[in-house]
């Protein structure tokens, strides 16, 4: 029950609390298991990509150590390891580590929508023959018979619930296609050069 003189005594409440000029207890534990999960994301990343990424070469030793452990026990013991090296880390060195993990979550997004374009770019070709004539419209140089005959035999394989080997050849020839070949990249490179 609130004591009704509290106020009359002559003081404030707050003149006895505390100031505190650091960080609570929850704010650094927050802090330490955002640290240790950068640590997680590192050691989920293929051991060539973690390679690249700048930091101190202890940090990166224990990752990649972490990566090797199979036994469970073992690898949450290194995984808190992994997290107590991360927390000597700098801000700078923090926000480095960021940046190049949002580069490569960007770069696989972008990978993905190529992707799925060009699955529609194939669905299109199996459902309309006028999506055809529009490829060769952009591609002269392509292998028109070749094409016609895998359209021709994915339809079949659907029909028929075999196989989509013609299915994926198209798609391979359509990745093909959209990436540049060496001679478009020289070209590429020379007309840079001439700007």
Sequence with gaps: MPNPNRG?????SNEFEQEYDRPSKSQLKREMTALQDLGQELVD??????????????VRDAILECQ???????RRRQLQYVGKKMR???EDEIAAIHKV???????????TAAMHALERRR??????????????????DIDMQHLRTLIRNARK???????PKAYREIFQILKQLQSPTPAQTAEQDDD????
């Design 8 to 12: 009359s005594c002559g003081f404030q």
């Design 45 to 58: 990343q293929p051991k060539d990509r973690v390679k690249r990424v700048p930091m101190p070469e202890d």
């Design 68 to 74: 090797k452990i199979k036994d469970h026990e073992g």
């Design 88 to 90: 000597t880390l700098e």
């Design 101 to 111: 993990l949002d580069s490569w979550k960007g770069a696989s997004k972008a990978e």
């Design 123 to 140: 669905e299109k070709l199996l459902a309309n023959d006028d999506a055809l004539t529009e490829l060769r419209a952009k591609h002269p």
């Design 157 to 163: 394989e659907q029909a028929e619930n075999k196989p």
């Design 192 to 195: 840079e050069e001439q700007e």
